[in-house]
């Protein structure tokens, strides 16, 4: 949020409003002036003109930043790998059945309890599928500069740490 402020130079206080629905109900009573959401969440109140779409993620800088990333600790890396490898490749298959096969919207649209246009227009409009690709990393600097401003972080990650860090295991063939 305040690399959003400062790149577009807005003269906004971050308040901390949590979760979607919280934030949304802020928004709704005049606690907060801007909140946030994850669509599907909010689209229906925006087509009531109940709340305005100000902006993405995809309209900054940060549609070239990782914003998501699946993580896991030492142990399990070490101990685990095969299956950490598998269930990366699961997310894979995912990720090419909701871009692919229509029937994943409806699994989506019933899961969330949604209609299929609506699950569509939040994959389509949201979603770009590049942006779910987990073999790819992008935005490491500026996400460390902000760890160091706020204190994540007292220094850039050197090369060692972040090929340490960052290991992404690679895709099992298909038979």
């Known amino acids: 949020m305040n690399a959003f402020i400062a790149e577009l130079g807005a003269k906004a206080k971050p308040v901390a409003t949590g979760s979607p629905p919280a934030s949304l109900t802020q928004v709704m009573s005049?606690?907060?002036?801007?909140?946030?959401?994850?669509?599907?969440?909010?689209?229906?109140q925006?087509?009531?003109?109940?709340?305005?779409?100000?902006?993405?993620?995809?309209?900054?800088?940060?549609?070239?930043q990782t914003v998501r990333i699946v993580g896991t600790n030492v142990n399990a890396l070490n101990t685990k790998r095969d299956a950490l490898t598998r269930y990366m490749q699961a997310y894979r298959d995912t990720i090419e059945f909701m871009y692919t096969d229509e029937n994943a919207l409806k699994v989506f649209a019933d899961w969330l309890n949604i209609s299929?246009?609506?699950?569509?227009?939040?994959?389509?409009?949201?979603?770009?599928?590049?942006?779910l690709n987990p073999d790819k990393i992008?935005?490491?600097?500026?996400?460390?500069?902000?760890?160091?401003?706020?204190?994540?972080?007292?220094?850039?990650?050197?090369?060692?740490?972040?090929?340490?860090?960052?290991?992404?295991?690679?895709?099992?063939?298909?038979?």
């Open 46 to 64: 925006m087509d009531r003109k109940e709340i305005r779409f100000l902006a993405s993620g995809n309209d900054t800088s940060f549609k070239d």
């Open 116 to 131: 299929v246009d609506l699950a569509r227009r939040s994959r389509d409009g949201f979603f770009p599928r590049e942006a």
């Open 138 to 175: 992008n935005g490491v600097d500026k996400v460390m500069k902000e760890a160091i401003t706020f204190k994540f972080l007292a220094a850039p990650l050197t090369e060692a740490q972040l090929k340490e860090l960052i290991q992404i295991p690679a895709p099992i063939a298909k038979r």
């Open 30 to 44: 005049g606690q907060v002036d801007i909140g946030w959401a994850a669509p599907p969440f909010g689209i229906e």
